[in-house]
């Protein structure tokens, strides 16, 4: 792995203990993508939903934090927290590693702000969901929500585009549902559940049959 930059900003996504006073921390950073790093003594300041400056030393899979400083802290709890565990997992499946994404961090740290500020827990996934994927999936970076008619009902496919189906068929999703998705707006109430499945097909096509442990909990 290329050295560090001097001072980059990320997250924590997950932490697993390695020695006394030692863990392995699986970050998303602004400008490395997604890596792992060790870190030592720091145990107060690198917990996950906090916004880091980072900067690390060493070459190789497992390099060594030396900058771990808090700039903001998302204090999330029950539901809330269950739902930022979720987020953090899906980066995790999904996103390669050493791969900047630059448009990662800030959907992730979008997710943060709203389950902290208690917007409805449904909405906020859905609308990260659609914010983690859209670049991985040129299809979905390329759909114009202003050319979905509301009263018609398709089928996603990463690999086959967009399809126009008939009304309540399997897999299907009307155009007003996908076009709130598309465009980060609420979904229907009576859509939600729609819209949830819709999405969760898609994540898995991407993930392969990796699972998601943390799904279960939402």
Known sequence: MSAAPAVTQGVVLHARPLRENSRVLDLLTAEAGRLSAVVRGKAGAVQPFVLLDLAWRGRGDLPTLSVAEQQRVYPLTGRALVCGLY???????????????????????????????????????????????????????HLNP?????????????????????????????????????????????????????????????????????????
């Open 146 to 218: 202003a050319e979905l008619e509301p009263d018609r009902w398709y089928r996603y496919d990463p690999s086959g585009g967009l399809d126009v189906v008939a009304a309540g068929g399997d897999a299907a999703i009307p155009g007003v549902a996908l076009r709130a998705l598309a465009s980060g707006h609420a979904v229907p109430d009576n859509l939600a559940r729609i819209s949830r499945d819709f999405m969760r097909r898609l994540i898995d096509t991407h993930l392969a049959g990796r699972p998601l442990r943390t799904r279960g909990l939402l």
């Open 87 to 141: 987020l953090n997992e899906l980066v995790l499946r999904l996103y390669p590693r050493e791969a900047p994404i630059p448009e990662a961090l800030p959907a992730l740290l979008s997710g943060y702000a709203r389950l902290a500020a208690g917007e409805r827990a449904d909405m906020v996934l859905r609308r990260a969901e659609w914010a983690l994927l859209a670049p991985l999936d040129s299809g979905l970076e």
